[in-house]
């Protein structure tokens, strides 16, 4: 996919894999601050981490080294592929490529790193940094001073724990707004005028929307609720401690989503789902939809004159923050050729790798540059939800956030089908996380 009128018309083979992958957080392994293995954990000998005084230096790779990369199969594969000849021919080190999907690798990695037979380089998702950590498995990214300075916010954070990064970023994904443009005369930038927009179009009788989401999951509703000020764990989601998830301002966003209920989407909770979207928006009965890269092919496949933009800001001025997956490489922590590894896991991550990644599956790169870069900037679908991915906030990758999910979306079920009281609400859902994490570290 080289030539830019084309870039839109496959990204979401790829993109889709991408977030479905991150999925609604259901992979967080346990953290722990620990990255280095003990030493009846194997034989091989973990390296020192490189001084960040020396980050713009061509590092010493081992004269002997080669090295194994696990990357997921199709375009990831070819990508990986492509990288890793391009690598060799510089470096001189041979590169050998296999597929182990990025839900499998942490796992995989386990026994197989230990055992000195895990895969020099790996790709994972970022919220399984927490138990790779926890288990020593893997090395703290040896340029991470050029790395924060270089990648969006979210990428970092997302690939980083207790304030030290790991990952070398390859992808960023996360949701934005659909509008059906034979409906949409104006793009709305504010919520405001979205809602007047859809009040005009919606007719219940007549099955027609102005406006859809899915109001029962978390993974969306984060972005109103930390749009207001609200969050899930304090200090960048990393204190399990300090749980912001009924303060005033999450209180603000369910009263924000009770208005939506009242004035734009009169049905249940439970009744809104991704199939009647699509359906609705294919047939020219939606405007809005707030949904992922996942939907695009549907959409394409069915000719629907759509675009994609970011999220319209919120009545005090502010951008919804999304929630947003990070796909990122990791050098194993018993590799014997940890120089060379970093220097692959860098070297993939590149402008011109990460271009390349683009153009070869259509994923979103968390390069600052290139957000900038014209073919990626003339792609509307794309630019979308870049726009959207530079405010976004990545799913927090500690073990506490499992029992989030499930005490969340129950919580803005009844906030909406009931038109309970947010504060009440959200305090009795709060409780029951905290106890669930109380329960969880016994």
Known sequence: MKMRQVVSAVIVFVLVTAIAACGNGNNNEPSQTTNTPSANQG???VPEQPDDTAVNTEPELEKDAKLIVWDNGGSDETWAKAVAEEFTKKYNIPVEVQVVSQGDAPTKLQTDGPAGLGADVFLAPHDKIGGLVAAGLILENFYAEEYKSEFMEAAITGTSMNGVLYGYPTAIDTYALFYNKDLVKQVPTTMDELIEQAKAFTDKSKEKYGFMMQVNDFFFLYGFLGGYDGYVFGDKNTNKDDIGLN?????????????????????????????????????????????????????????????VAPLPKLDNGKAPTSFSGVRAYYVNSYTKYPEAAAAYAKFATSEEMLMKKFEISGQLPPRISLMENEVIKSNEII??????????????????????????????????????????VLDKAVNQIKEAISLQNQ
């Open 43 to 45: 034989n091989e000998t």
């Open 247 to 307: 303060n005033e301002g999450a209180v603000k966003a369910g009263e924000f989503m009770q208005k939506l209920h009242k004035e734009v989407l009169p049905l249940k909770s439970g009744d809104i789902n991704f199939s009647l979207k699509e359906s609705l928006f294919i047939n020219n009965n939606l405007m809005f939809d707030i949904n992922g890269p996942w939907a695009v092919a549907g959409l394409q496949e069915a000719k629907v004159n759509f675009g």
């Open 383 to 424: 630019k979308g939800f870049l726009d959207q991915a530079a405010v976004s906030v990545p799913m927090p990758n500690i073990s506490e956030m499992t029992p989030v999910w499930e005490a969340m979306g129950n919580a803005f079920a009844v906030i909406w089908d009931d038109n309970a009281d947010p504060k009440t």
